[in-house]
T-cell receptor, first 113, second 112 residues
Framework: QQPVQSPQAVILREGEDAVINCSSS?????VHWYRQKHGEAPVFLMI?????EQKGHDKISASFNEKKQQSSLYLTASQLSYSGTYFC??????????????FGQGTTLQVKP | DAEITQSPRHKITETGRQVTLACHQTWNHNNMFWYRQDLGHGLRLIHYSYGVQDTNKGEVSDGYSVSRSNTEDLPLTLESAASSQTSVYFC???????????FGPGTRLTVL
């Protein structure tokens, strides 16, 4: 079952914050986050392996609420380089030893000067 | 440097023809994956492999096949191309199920 991302699209001004949510109807083992620029391949951002885990680097961080079967990606003080489409990929508990990702439909983020 | 490559980068073919897309990685990763990307659908898993001689069907495997004869390569074959298979195809690999997937640059396939 494909996880649901919200919002589908967001437009920001430089310096503003954004939150992208990823919800699953199935119990999750882990959540991956990727960013894709137009015409390019997806690039890994971070992986959250444990319920309640939070990770981050620079001004991008994420949390994973295993009980609620959801993850959120936080972009703080956005920069022009943050523009792109963000995908969450989920690994269900039944697939924990396989790494098989099911991706959400993506959230398009546009940062304007 | 280790990398993952795909070829061709662009392909135009006709309905009914057999097409093979190549994927080659030099990381010696066990896990390899094929996805297709269409507007509004995100990335959908076609086939995946956890090692030599191992292949598994993903969520949209109809009309596609893969084989894994060595660690480095996982070619994707469209047995009889259909217009519905016009898409961008990405190959990916990972060292194991707990780590990130590295994506190739993609192949844009058009079936006329």
């Amino acid at each position: 079952q494909q996880p649901v991302q919200s919002p589908q699209a967001v437009i920001l001004r430089e310096g503003e914050d954004a939150v992208i949510n990823c919800s699953s109807s199935k119990a999750l083992y882990s959540v991956h986050w990727y960013r894709q620029k137009h015409g390019e391949a997806p690039v890994f951002l971070m992986i959250l392996l444990k319920g309640g885990e939070q990770k981050g680097h620079d001004k991008i961080s994420a949390s994973f609420n295993e009980k609620k079967q959801q993850s959120s990606l936080y972009l703080t003080a956005s920069q022009l380089s943050y523009s792109g489409t963000y995908f969450c990929g989920t690994v269900g508990h039944g697939s924990s030893n396989t790494g098989k990702l099911i991706f959400g439909q993506g959230t398009t983020l546009q940062v304007k000067p | 440097d280790a990398e993952i490559t795909q070829s061709p980068r662009h392909k135009i073919t006709e309905t009914g023809r057999q097409v093979t897309l190549a994927c080659h990685q030099t990381w010696n990763h066990n896990n390899m994956f094929w996805y297709r990307q269409d507007l509004g659908h995100g990335l959908r898993l076609i086939h995946y492999s956890y090692g030599v001689q191992d292949t598994n069907k993903g969520e949209v495997s109809d009309g596609y096949s893969v084989s894994r004869s060595n660690t480095e390569d996982l070619p994707l074959t469209l047995e009889s191309a259909a217009s519905s298979q016009t898409s961008v195809y990405f190959c990916a690999s990972s060292v194991d199920s707990y780590n990130e997937q590295f994506f190739g640059p993609g192949t844009r396939l058009t079936v006329l």
